[in-house]
């Protein structure tokens, strides 16, 4: 069974830096992608970043040129460097994974004050 563990949210002050880490479990395989989800009160979830097996990385307007994301294809592991964190920014961090299926996490909480 596939199980993808976040780890890194927490509170920060506006232009602060936080680091996301997510591994994948229970695979015998190399996902085709994974990436950052992203769910803010009362809103619908949303895309964050994606990274491919091959490294090439997609990321939403909003959080182009601050966050970054990394993979570790091997190990089936994916961070999210986020910096110059907004207070828009705040809301729940869900890893997912794709291979055949979508896979997600239970979610980290991020939350940016001012």
């Known amino acids: 069974q596939v199980r993808l563990v976040e780890s890194g949210g927490g509170l920060v002050q506006a232009g602060g830096s936080l680091r996301l880490s997510c591994a994948a479990s229970?695979?015998?395989?190399?996902?085709?992608?994974m990436g950052w989800y992203r769910q803010a009160p009362g809103k619908q979830r949303e895309l964050v970043a994606t990274i491919t097996r091959g490294g090439t990385a997609n990321y939403s307007d909003s959080v182009q040129g601050r966050f970054s994301i990394s993979r570790d294809g091997a190990k089936n592991m994916v961070d999210l460097q986020m910096n110059s964190l907004k207070p828009e920014d705040t809301g729940v961090y869900y890893c997912?994974?794709?291979?055949?299926?979508?896979?997600w996490g239970q979610g980290t909480q991020v939350t940016v004050f001012s």
């Open positions: 229970g695979l015998m395989f190399s996902m085709n992608w």
């Open positions: 997912a994974a794709y291979k055949l299926s979508t896979y």
